[in-house]
């Protein structure tokens, strides 16, 4: 199953407030799976998702998480199956 990764820079003090959009985002979502974690270092909040299409991981990076208020910066890094 296509896998992606999303290593997010977030506003100071806004990480909470993010990693509770994304919540309400994904688990409205169907056919996917996901972990969300926030993390002290480089990044401040880590997201995987496991679909059964590159296109929804996609569909999801750019419409949605990439939208919203106070991520500074993402990286999306897709999972090479080989």
Same mark, same amino acid.
């Given at each position: 199953?296509?896998? *992606?990764?999303?290593?997010?820079?977030? *506003?100071? =003090?806004?990480?909470? $407030?993010?990693?509770?959009?994304?919540?309400?985002?994904?688990? =409205? $979502?169907?056919? /996917?799976?996901?972990?969300?974690?926030? %993390?002290?270092?480089?990044?401040?909040? /880590?997201?995987?998702?496991?679909? &059964?299409? #590159? #296109?929804?991981?996609?569909?999801?990076?750019? &419409?949605? /998480?990439?939208? /919203?208020?106070?991520?500074?910066? *993402?990286?999306?890094?897709? %999972? =090479? &199956? =080989?």
């Amino acid at each position: 199953m296509p896998t *992606a990764y999303f290593l997010l820079n977030v *506003a100071l =003090n806004h990480e909470v $407030e993010v990693i509770e959009k994304i919540k309400k985002i994904l688990k =409205n $979502e169907k056919s /996917i799976d996901y972990e969300l974690q926030g %993390v002290f270092g480089i990044y401040d909040v /880590i997201v995987k998702i496991t679909s &059964d299409s #590159d #296109d929804n991981i996609r569909r999801l990076a750019l &419409d949605k /998480i990439k939208q /919203i208020n106070n991520i500074q910066s *993402a990286i999306t890094m897709m %999972v =090479n &199956d =080989n």
